[in-house]
């Protein structure tokens, strides 16, 4: 039996394919279910609001080396979780 359970525990063992499997099968007789919906956009690594590489600041954090570029970068990582 195809459980939320059932695959979150698949998950926790590292079995993500078979979890994947399982959400998918839940979904396709419970299109609401937003448990299986959310899990299934983790596992496959679909995320709605990635907006690709800030590339100007990917290069800030590889040359960064004083304590004060750090603090700069930390404060923008602090401003993208609002």
């Known amino acids: 039996m195809h459980t939320v359970t059932l695959a979150q525990?698949?998950?926790?063992q590292g079995l993500k394919e078979d979890a994947l499997h399982i959400y998918q099968e839940i979904l396709?007789?419970?299109?609401?279910n937003h448990e299986a919906r959310v899990a299934i956009r983790?596992?496959?690594?679909?995320?709605?609001?990635?907006?690709g590489v800030n590339e100007a600041m990917k290069k800030f954090f590889i040359t960064m080396q004083t304590?004060?570029?750090f603090a700069q970068f930390e404060?923008?990582?602090?401003?993208l979780e609002g």
Do not use: V
């Open 75 to 79: 404060q923008w990582l602090a401003g």
């Open 28 to 32: 396709k007789k419970e299109p609401d």
């Open 42 to 51: 983790r596992l496959s690594g679909i995320h709605r609001h990635f907006s």
């Open 9 to 12: 525990i698949y998950e926790m």
């Open 67 to 69: 304590e004060e570029e």
